[in-house]
């Protein structure tokens, strides 16, 4: 069964949820897991791509965007993956959603989070997550930071 984690920020900026998608990143990859990051368009993607060789000096995420990054072998053992539209990594363990809509690929990932910022635009549109989630009999889980 998929578990979707919803980690609820105390800040309310864009900036705060990205910061903590690299954090999270850092974490499970550190873990041996492979993760997809799903941005909301190709700028978003390019953001998150900067964020995660800026964030933490000291910490190395090998990372790369689906569909804009040259051709990538299928021997490269890349622990991460940004993407937008219908572009994803099917052999990741972990999604953390960054668009505002859930993506029709949901049924390949064991792990699911979503960073909640501390906005009501923000929290209403995840309230709808929670519920799309819920009706797809995912296991739920919030955690408050």
Known sequence: ???????????????????????????????????????ENEQAAQDIDDLLWSFKPECFIPHAI???DEELNDDEDIPVFIGFGDNFAERSDLL???????PGFLE?????????????????KLREHWNTYKDKGFELKHHEL
Not at 108 to 124: G, Y
Request: charged share 25%; glycine share 4%; hydrophobic share 40%.
């Open 1 to 39: 069964m998929t578990q979707v984690d919803f980690y609820i920020l105390k800040q309310q900026e864009q900036s705060d949820r990205m910061y903590f998608a690299c954090r999270l990143t850092e974490k499970v990859m550190n873990q041996g897991l492979k993760i997809y990051i799903h941005a």
């Open 66 to 68: 689906l569909g804009i």
């Open 108 to 124: 390949n990932f064991s792990r699911i989070a979503e960073i909640v910022p501390n906005a009501e635009e923000a929290k209403n």
């Open 96 to 102: 953390i959603n960054l668009s505002s809509d859930i």
